[in-house]
């Protein structure tokens, strides 16, 4: 999507159905259980800043990149210093303060139609990454009803093929999104940087 469209989006006042105002509860999950550690950390699509502020509550230092200068603006103004935002296409340009101990996003490596820049995307991350570090993605997922609307789509393959390469994956498990207070099909897919690369597959 054109930057521009996602700034129409955040500039129109009408409530977008990924930023809800409150912290993703897988999220939430995720650190209660603490399966992460407070560090440096890095939220890709953080939009108007809600997780990310969820995050330094906690004792994350958190800096939150958007391509969209009006999500920043606004995330700024909620956040009230307690951590970082920039503008970032992530895809082409490259966070300050890395390499990270933690990234984070919720929905954005799925927004991404073409494998080969799901496949950058995972690439990136792992560039971003301190040693052992982890992502923490949530994916729409092919499970689910048929819908016309909410997160893209990606199976369980699509995921896969794109991060196996670069990253080792943890955890890969069927969940769900709330979106607009509707309950909607995904992944959560949490994977480790590599020490050594992935090996070939074998014939048997």
Known sequence: MPH???NEGYASGDPLPWDTGTPDPLLVETVESRVIAPGRT?????????????????????LGVDISEVAIDKARAKAEGRCRFE?????????????????????????????????????????????????????????????????????????????????????????????????LKAWLCLSRKRAIPAQPSTRR
């Open 4 to 6: 521009s469209s996602w």
């Open 42 to 62: 890095l939220e890709i699509g953080c939009g108007t800043g809600t997780n990310a502020i969820y995050l330094a509550q906690h004792g994350f230092d958190v």
């Open 87 to 183: 503008v970032v296409d992530f895809l082409t340009a490259e966070p300050a303060g890395g390499p990270f101990a933690f990234v984070f996003d919720r929905g954005c490596f799925h927004v991404f139609d073409d494998e080969g820049d799901r496949a950058r995307f995972a690439q990136r991350v792992a560039a971003h990454l301190v040693e052992h570090g982890l992502w923490l993605s949530l994916i729409g997922s092919t499970e689910g009803a048929p819908r016309d609307e909410g997160p893209p789509r990606r199976s369980a393959r699509d995921v896969v093929k794109a991060i196996e390469p670069s990253l080792e994956i943890v955890q890969l498990r069927s969940t769900e999104f709330t979106v607009s207070e509707e309950r």
